[in-house]
């Protein structure tokens, strides 16, 4: 990548070569389906791998940014970041016995010092992967930071997404058959690369959301660009053909995966998307004829879908009452250390050591407590987890000020709003979060919310990119 200092295409708002922003953009969005393709990156030695490459693409990204791009993206960060310093010190800590008594009463075995956590190893990992998505974070929100680059950066997104869902459902359909590929399926639900369907439909709702964003504002800039009826409806089919594609694609994918946490939680954030595409008065209905439209198809695809999916939520009580056994044992476990936790990335030591002939059953294939707050709570306590959640608030926060005060793309603001909430509610009953693309791909739409979230008072040629 060479730096053009004459090029100055986005204007002061814009910050950088659009060249170079298209780049970053594209190597991000190879490294994190890399990631999706890697088994979602999910094991000790591929996290490291992947969180080293993160931290390489924000290096690059902030080194080829221009100054005031990068200051709006690190404004924007400074107090997610000054809250991501505070877990960051709270596992450092976790890492040893900085006063007489805190260090947990099974090292005592190993005639060791002593730690709070009962894994430094894991705890040691988690923190290098929680840099690394600070890193993500900061790469999303210097792209975001230009308007033209932003977009771009959600359009390469939909067409990555496209190739992922098709290599999904080729691969599902080919192991119907009997061949061995890509997505194979399990108990007859798609599961893509993540050796888990409910966390490939977390990745399949996002693809959809994203997708009925672009259909969205597709509807909504028709009306704006011909005045003629006729005119309209043929922009509106030529542009509104790959979304669809994708749309119904990703649905279906979504659907073959028969996560009921999955689909009910896209249902969220499809509401939320609309809410969001209905903020504006003046372009309500424009955003609601083609969300209308996604109804329509997420209707069919329903039906369509087979017996799967309707007998997982008609039968809910065999897996509803081993996930409560789990809950309530490491509900208590939490409690009896509920300030500094047992030490991030200690799950599994936690697990083992709770283990009982009740709860056996429930417990001893368990490799994640399916529920990312609980798990935050037990392996971070309140000291690490509340400074954790207050970073991911003030960056929501910040995103939906953003889309009712900003005159930009409120669409696009509204679909990482819509992928927040679809995470954070599925969040409660699974663990996609704990898998390192994903939570990645999210790091990276709340970096691209933040950098596109900007005061309505500011000039309008200055957001462009």
Not at 44 to 73: G, K
Not at 197 to 224: D, Y
Not at 380 to 386: D, R
């Amino acid at each position: 990548m060479r730096l053009n200092p004459n090029s100055n295409k986005g204007g002061a708002g814009t910050g950088g070569n659009f060249t170079d922003a298209r780049s970053i953009s594209l190597i991000l969005l190879a490294l994190l389906f890399g990631g999706h393709l890697a088994y979602g990156a999910n094991s000790a030695a591929l996290a490291l791998w992947f969180s080293a490459a993160l931290f390489a693409v924000c290096a690059v990204c902030a080194a080829t940014a221009r100054p005031d791009r990068l200051r709006h993206a690190l404004r924007q960060g400074r107090v997610p970041g000054l809250l991501l310093l505070v877990v960051a010190a709270g596992g450092c800590l976790q890492l040893a016995g900085p006063w007489p008594g805190a260090a947990h009463p099974a090292w005592d075995w190993l005639g060791d010092g002593g730690a709070i956590t009962l894994d430094r190893d894991a705890t040691v990992r988690e923190l290098i992967k929680l840099a690394a998505l600070g890193a993500a974070f900061l790469s999303g929100a210097v792209i975001g930071a230009g308007q033209r680059s932003s977009a771009r950066f959600f359009q390469m997104f939909l067409y990555f997404a496209a190739v992922y869902s098709a290599l999904a459902f080729i691969g599902f359909c080919t192991d119907q058959l009997g061949l061995s590929a890509f997505g194979a399926a399990r108990a007859g639900r798609l599961h893509a690369s993540f050796l888990s369907a409910n966390n490939a439909a977390s990745v399949f709702g996002v693809f959809m959301l994203m997708a009925a964003a672009r259909l969205m504002l597709v509807g909504e800039r028709a009306p704006r660009a011909f005045p003629n009826q006729v005119a309209r409806l043929e922009y509106f089919l030529k542009r509104a053909g790959f979304p669809i594609a994708l749309l119904l694609l990703s649905l279906t994918c979504l659907a073959l995966t028969a996560s009921r946490g999955g689909l009910l939680s896209a249902g969220a954030g499809l509401l939320v998307l609309l809410l969001a595409g209905l903020t504006d008065r003046e372009r309500r209905w424009r955003a609601a004829g083609p969300f209308a439209l996604l109804l329509f198809f997420l209707a069919g695809v329903w039906i369509v879908s087979g017996d799967l999916t309707s007998a997982r939520f008609a039968d809910l009580a065999p897996g509803a009452e081993s996930r409560a056994t789990a809950f309530s044992a490491h509900w208590r476990a939490f409690l009896d250390a509920p300030f500094w936790g047992y030490g991030l990335g200690a799950f599994n030591a936690v697990n083992d050591m709770i283990q009982t002939r009740q709860n056996y059953q429930a417990l001893h294939t368990l490799g994640a407590a399916h529920n990312v707050y609980l798990q935050w709570l037990e392996e971070g306590g309140l000291a690490l987890s509340l400074p954790m959640f207050g970073a991911v608030a003030i960056v929501l926060y910040r995103v939906a000020r953003g889309s009712l005060m900003r005159q930009g793309p409120r669409i696009w603001l509204g679909a990482v709003m819509g992928a927040s909430a679809l995470i954070l509610m599925h969040g409660a009953v699974d663990y996609a979060l704990q898998v390192p693309s994903i939570a990645a791909m999210w790091a990276i739409f709340l970096g691209l919310g933040a950098g596109l979230s900007r005061r309505r008072e500011s000039p309008p040629g200055r957001v462009r990119g």
